[in-house]
């Protein structure tokens, strides 16, 4: 009787471990796409940012001034 009252216990800690890990993923994953949302929508969609950037022919990254606009 101990010995299956141990093994059962052993399984429900288990159990209990791996509900603490689903739920700290599930936590870490919903802060990390709010963390992405919040990066598209401070640069954009289709913005690139980085070392990939192509500032040949508009070094600063400005925009173009259309004075029609």
């Avoid at 870490?28 to 640069?43: A, N, P």
């Amino acid at each position: 009787m101990t010995k299956n009252f141990s093994r059962a216990f052993t399984l429900i800690e288990l159990l209990v471990v791996i509900a603490i890990i689903v739920i700290l993923v599930s936590t870490g994953y919903s802060v990390y796409s709010r963390v992405l949302d919040i990066e598209t929508m401070k640069f954009g969609p289709n913005t690139v940012v980085g070392s990939f950037q192509d500032t040949t022919s508009n070094p600063l990254g400005l925009k173009h001034w259309d004075p029609t606009q």
